[in-house]
């Protein structure tokens, strides 16, 4: 197979050929919700799975990136696509693709889209790779509901600088006579997208408007257009997810011909899993080099917006159990890394940077440490991962402490390939 000489290409015109070749499977999906926005999209497809799959509906889901192996990226009726079949299914798209030249995201996606046609499901949770509107995802013309999570800086090499412009690219999702979620945004953000969805006569449901969500005692209260409701705090840990299990409690106010009741929401949120995401790693070598008065914390987060909502969360665990917290960081050359750092900077006593192994993108660890100190955290470079494991022993070992490995997902992909 002949790739298109860019990793990632805001087009859509490779996709439609080999598509029609295929029999257009884009065009035999189960009812589709398709999610876009810079952070909380992979939780919002979590919270989803894990309500829908309680109220009793088989349901495929589209990710990216994967964290351990690619096969994480395609849920068929709630199980991860067998190996096998995932390798028969690309090698069928290739053979059809012929030399064609096509990226390496686009032809996974298309070979996802077949998988989901071909196996029976009742939803399809579709997350948008980057972008929107040119994203390979977007080739679905008729989704049941589209959700847009927080809009903020990310991947300026593909989306720019321009917070407008990138919620321009992001709103290509919205499709006429289909709803639209819309999470909490900036005000240029709201605007473009509100006007997107008034043109193309797509109703719209804002934070704020529609829906909101805060805290309670026990739990968090969701308001909505029929009055309040109360559930329990969700198993993802972060001040910031309420409002993603609220945005995706709204997705399923607002889906027609589905039925999750509050027993439903209440069982998916007990039992929502999505690794990398303010996870407490509890075994293996890494948790193992700690006395247990250590709290060994990951997270994929790498841009300011989740650099903030890491550090609130910290800040909020310090108001009730202060402990001082070293961060182990691996971040892509393609982020916002001094700015990172400095959401970063409040919560975090001192640590160590890392380069990410096999990754042509990832930045130096003496360059990292640069960009960390000029957003005002002291941290050092170290060779490796468990190098920098091995340097904080003596430190952590004082006095309980927390421990954060956090920057990028292809980090956080790594840690838990070697944490087992």
């Not at 609220?246 to 439903?264: E, K, M, R, S, Y």
């Not at 990172?340 to 990754?359: D, N």
């Not at 990292?368 to 190098?387: F, I, N």
């Amino acid at each position: 197979m002949t790739l298109h000489p860019k990793i990632i290409d805001l087009t859509l015109d490779r996709m439609l050929p080999l598509l029609a070749k295929l029999d257009h499977p884009e065009q035999r999906l189960p009812p589709v919700i398709h999610v876009a926005g810079t952070n909380g999209k992979g939780s919002l497809l979590a919270y989803l799975r894990a309500m829908l799959e309680a109220a009793g509906y088989r349901v495929h889901v589209y990710t990216s990136p994967h964290l351990v192996r690619f096969a994480e990226r395609i849920r068929l009726a709630g199980k991860i696509i067998e190996e096998d079949a995932l390798s028969q299914l690309l090698l069928d798209c290739e053979a059809a693709n012929g030399e064609t030249p096509i990226t390496y995201f686009e032809i996974t996606t298309i070979a996802a889209f077949k998988a989901f046609a071909d196996t029976p499901g009742d939803i399809l949770l579709l997350e948008t790779g980057l972008g929107g509107r040119y994203d390979a995802t977007n080739v679905v013309a008729c989704p049941a509901l589209t959700a847009i999570t927080p809009i903020s800086h990310d991947h300026a090499e593909f989306l720019g600088t321009d917070l407008a412009g990138i919620a321009g690219e992001k709103a290509g999702i919205i499709k006429a006579g289909a709803p639209v979620v819309i999470g909490l945004q900036d005000p240029v953000v709201l605007e473009i997208l509100q006007k997107t969805a008034e043109t193309l006569g797509s109703l719209s449901y804002i934070y704020d408007r529609e829906w909101s969500c805060h805290k309670v005692a026990g739990g968090w209260q969701y308001d909505g257009m029929n009055g309040a409701r109360v559930f329990p705090m969700p198993a993802l840990h972060g001040v910031h997810q309420i409002e993603n299990a609220a945005t995706a409690v709204a997705c399923l106010n607002h889906l027609g011909g589905f039925d999750v009741p509050d027993a439903a929401i209440n069982k998916g949120l007990a039992a929502v899993e999505w690794p990398a995401r303010m996870q407490r790693l509890r075994h293996g070598p890494i948790v193992k080099a700690f006395p247990a008065h250590v709290e060994v914390w990951l997270d994929g987060g790498h841009n300011p917006a989740a650099g903030e909502q890491i550090a609130k969360s910290f800040a909020n665990w310090n108001e009730t159990e202060p402990k001082p917290t070293y961060l182990i960081a691996g971040m892509l050359n393609t982020k916002d890394q001094k700015a990172f750092f400095s959401k970063l900077a409040p919560v975090i006593t001192t640590g160590h940077c890392i380069t990410i192994p096999e990754e042509a993108a990832a930045t130096p660890a003496v360059d990292l440490a640069s960009m960390a100190q000029a957003g005002g955290l002291d941290m050092t470079e170290m060779p490796s991962l468990m190098a920098a494991v091995e340097a904080l022993k003596p430190t952590l070992a004082e006095k309980p402490s927390r421990l954060l490995i956090a920057g990028s997902l292809y980090l956080a992909g790594q840690v838990l390939r070697e944490n087992g």
